[in-house]
DNA sequence: TAAATTTGACCTGC
DNA sequence: GCAGGTCAAATTTA
């Protein structure tokens, strides 16, 4: 029997190592061996995530998500991200009341994956642009795209849903694939911006600062802030502030669709 | 004061 | 016609 949970840890883990190594190599190698080193250890990194996704593809529990800081950074080179127009739809569009609101065209389903997770957490900067209460649902949807879509024109969107099973669990569909850095990772493969990139703000503040309990005082919602921003733990602090934020509210009963109405999802 | 969130309006696709 | 997705003005927050 295989101990999936720790397979996974240890490819992550070994990617990790690879993504560090050419940055090593990177410093003392001519321009002529650089190529060779990247596509050497890109190849590295692409097999240890191709097998974090075999893994995944079997398996429907806990390990349905592929850790954050595993995906192949060779998105960072192409927005596959459907286009979603903000002006020109190649129709004419009706006269908007306000300004040009609502020209747009609806993404497809094309380029998508799913994560069931207990957080919505993931490493990454999010805002909130839109919440639609869903037809038969209890839970409103709530609509983030990339905070650094302005800065680097990343337009990975993703669609965030609480599950009514009673698991506490959102179902999380994401859109593209980010072409800004990956989470809080500070290290870069091949993304041609990675040196301003490593100087962005990236901290997960944006989606998470009303995705906890809004009774937090400010100074303590600034302190789990600073606290989980570290460059390698913080999705795993993250993750935990989310949990301890669950937990608090479930050992007092409070954790309830009516929590979630009022925070996460008002 | 800038940035983020909220929320009603508007548009697309089925 | 309806449900869902996005925009953007208003509001809130740091």
Not at 25 to 45: A, H, K, M, P
Request: proline share 5%; hydrophobic share 25%; net charge neutral.
């Amino acid at each position: 029997m295989i101990n999936k949970e720790e397979l996974v840890e240890t490819l992550t883990k070994g990617r990790n190592s690879a993504k560090k190594l050419q940055n090593l190599l990177r410093q003392e190698v001519n321009d002529d061996g650089l190529v060779s080193v990247d596509e050497l250890v890109s190849e590295i990194s692409q097999s240890f995530y191709g097998g974090l996704l075999v893994l995944n593809s079997c398996n429907s529990g806990e390990l349905s998500r592929v850790p954050v800081s595993a995906r192949p950074n060779s998105a960072c080179s192409g927005d596959q991200t459907p286009e979603v127009f903000t002006g020109d739809t190649g129709k004419t569009p009706a006269p908007a009341v306000k300004g040009r609101r609502g020209c747009y065209k609806r993404r497809k389903t094309i380029d998508s994956r799913v994560e069931v997770s207990s957080t919505i957490e993931d490493g990454y900067a999010w805002r909130k642009y839109g919440q639609k209460k869903i037809l038969n649902s209890k839970s409103p949807r709530c609509y983030f795209r990339c905070t650094h879509k302005q800065a680097y024109g990343c337009k990975t969107v993703k669609q965030v849903q609480k599950l009514e099973d009673g698991s506490n669990k959102f179902h999380i569909i994401y859109f593209g694939q980010h072409t800004c850095r990956p989470p809080n990772t500070g290290l870069d493969l091949d993304c041609n911006h990675s040196e301003k990139n490593h100087n962005l703000p990236n901290s997960p503040s944006t989606i998470t600062k009303n995705h906890t309990d809004p009774s937090l005082k400010q100074e303590d919602l600034s302190n789990k802030v600073s606290s989980a921003s570290g460059e390698s733990s913080s999705a795993l602090a993250w993750k935990e502030m989310f949990l301890d934020d669950f937990e608090c509210c479930e050992n007092d009963g409070s954790l309830s669709d009516s929590w979630f109405d009022d925070s996460i999802f008002p």
